[in-house]
Every structure is written in C-alpha cells, then in structure tokens.
C-alpha cells in the first residue's frame, strides 16, 4: 500500500500548515488527505484554501461549510470569524479566478470518501460532518455501536482536535477503547479490529500541545507527528484582525 499524510482542522492557520508540509515532504511524502476544516478561526483562509487545491483529497468540514452558507450551531467567535472568512473570499482585492476557483473547489468538496478499507471523514461515521467523537465516548456504549455500525473498518476523523485512536475491543459492538498518542509511543497498527484514528489538528490542537499534529500511514501503521510553528507569527496576525476575537491567537500558545 501506499504512504500517505493525513491532516485536519487547518483553520487557516498558515504558518502551522506550512510547517506540516514542510514536514510531509521531508519524509518524501507526496500524497496528503485532509479532513476538512482548511477555514475557521485563522487569519489566511485564502492562502491555505490554495494550498489545498494540490492534495490528493480534501472532504467537507463543518467550518468549510458554514463559508459557504450561514453558520448554524456556532458560537459568537467562531461565526464573526466565518463572515469575516467569506468576506476575504469574496473581496475585489484577490483575482476573479482566484475567487471562483476557491468557491468552486469548496463546492465541489465531498463529505466523505472511502478508499479500499479506509474511511475519510471530517466528524464521525454516523455524521461525517459534525458528530464530535470525544475520548469518553467510549463509556458511551450506544453510542459507539452506532457509530461502528457504519463503518466497515478502519476510519480517519478531526473535528474534535483532540488526537488518538479509538478500538472496538470485544464482540460486544459498543465496547471500544480510546488510546492517546503518549499511550501509545505516537504509532498504532490497524490489526483488523475496528478501529477510528482521530489525526489531531494542524492549526489549533486541543491536547495542552500546542504544536500542529498529523499523521502519515504506511500500510497498516499510523504515526503521529508534531510539528513547532511559529505561533507568534499567528497570533499576531490575529490580533491585527477586528472580525477575529484576541483568544483565538492566545489559546494557541497553550494547545486549547
């Protein structure tokens, strides 16, 4: 099988995405999945919605959505920064064509995709574009037998932005297990159990680390990266932003 990366949860974080493929192509990587959420929250959605035009894959997220329509469900922060996001889309400053290739590009993004065993979505299985699955899911016996249920095998989610890797553990359907990276030496091996890898976020992880995280596969084994960025930068260009609340840029120095 092939090597790839996968990443979610950008969040037009520009210097952390950059600093991630930096890191792909180290490693000779050239095929990278993403699991949506390239916008939200950041100060350079044009700029990392055009680095997505080259990937091998990009689904739908929940924030990519609301871009396109109004946002539903969000908070005050996160909807100012979704308008102010549409705004910079549709501003006369960027180029016709560089306008309608982004909003067709974000059109055109499907909500799932399935490639041999594996399943690629933004939420969950059950809802691939905003069901959270959270660590103490697993004490959420019905709900992860739904959740399994749709799935064949082996599946890759965001959204949470919290990484690790979720097992079905028993013949009981809803009994499941959830790993953290540090648990698990940053590797995991699909062994044919069902099994949900969480990739962590690029642009704004919610572990307490505030470094940009991915994963790359290789066969049937997953690794966890973490990347340092230049977090300052980000911020800055935050704060210099009306439409874009302070704490985005301070709760990235502490990964929250």
């Not at 690629?120 to 992860?144: A, C, I, T, W």
Request: net charge negative.
């Amino acid at each position: 099988m092939s090597t790839f990366a996968v990443i979610s949860d950008v969040h037009a974080n520009l210097e952390a995405l950059d600093a991630v493929l930096a890191d792909v192509a180290r490693r000779g990587i050239v095929s990278v999945y993403c699991l949506g959420d390239v916008l939200g929250y950041g100060p350079n959605p044009c700029e990392c919605l055009d680095r997505a035009l080259d990937w091998h894959l990009t689904v739908l997220g929940n924030h990519d959505m609301a871009a396109m329509f109004d946002p539903d469900g969000f908070g005050a922060s996160a909807e100012r920064a979704i308008f102010w996001h549409r705004a910079r889309l549709e501003s006369a400053d960027e180029p016709r064509a560089a306008r309608e290739r982004r909003w067709n590009f974000l059109a055109e993004r499907p909500r799932s995709h399935r490639a041999g065993d594996f399943l690629f979505v933004h939420g969950s299985p059950r809802n691939p574009l905003n069901e959270y699955l959270f660590p103490e899911d697993v004490y959420n016996q019905r709900k992860m037998a739904r959740v399994g249920d749709l799935m064949e095998r082996y599946c890759f989610c965001g959204h949470t932005h919290v990484p690790g890797a979720f097992v079905q553990t028993g013949d009981d359907a809803g009994a499941w297990e959830f790993f953290a990276p540090t648990e698990v030496h940053d590797f995991w091996r699909f062994d044919g159990r069902k099994t949900i890898i969480n990739v962590g976020s690029v642009g704004q992880p919610r572990d307490q680390d505030w470094r940009a995280c991915y994963v790359t596969v290789e066969g049937w084994d997953v690794n966890w990266h973490r990347v340092p960025y230049d977090v300052e930068a980000t911020a800055a260009k935050i704060y210099a932003v009306p439409d874009l609340d302070n704490f985005l840029g301070d709760r990235l120095r502490e990964g929250r």
